[in-house]
């Protein structure tokens, strides 16, 4: 009997390993963030494979017309500055879309800085697949965000998943 309950019990391991392994989001944003807190799952840029930017110094500057939405990190490797700039048109009604690539105002980078300077993904008219939504912004400005960003200049790019900002004025 006590075989029996080692090859079930070491099945059943197995078995929930695997489904909690291949789950398509396995890093899900953090429900709520508090204020100040910007995460994202950010792939193609061939340093980490996949990387976890998770920042704890979001902010957001009040234009007159504009919400302009920053925060920065160190790599995993801590040898690289991450930065996301989120640039988005103020509009009349809560909660709202920008689709950047169909936007005049809107952009989104997401810089690596290296030793040599800084690799630029841009999402701006005409280029990316960026989408911000905004949710809220009192006290402080709420949202999501996901979508491609090409390299700018050069080729290549990068793809945000599971962004989710809570922004301190």
Do not use: W
């Amino acid at each position: 009997m006590n075989i029996n309950y080692k090859k079930f019990f070491f099945a059943l391991t197995i078995s929930v390993f695997t489904f909690l392994s291949g789950c398509q989001n396995a890093v899900t944003p953090i429900t709520p963030l508090k204020p100040g807190e910007m995460q994202a799952t950010v792939s193609g840029t061939g340093i980490n494979g996949a990387d976890q930017f998770y920042a704890t110094n979001a902010q957001v500057t009040d234009g007159t017309s504009t919400y302009f939405i920053f925060a920065s990190v160190k790599a995993q490797d801590n040898s690289d500055s991450l930065t996301i700039h989120i640039l988005v048109p103020k509009q009349p009604d809560i909660p709202y879309t920008v689709t950047v690539a169909n936007d005049n105002v809107a952009v989104v980078d997401y810089c690596v800085t290296t030793q040599s300077g800084c690799i630029t993904y841009r999402s701006k008219q005409n280029a990316g697949s960026v989408v911000v939504k905004i949710t809220d912004i009192s006290p402080t400005v709420q949202g999501t965000f996901s979508g491609t960003l090409p390299a700018d200049p050069g080729s290549g790019g990068v793809t945000i998943s599971n962004g989710a900002f809570d922004a301190s004025f």
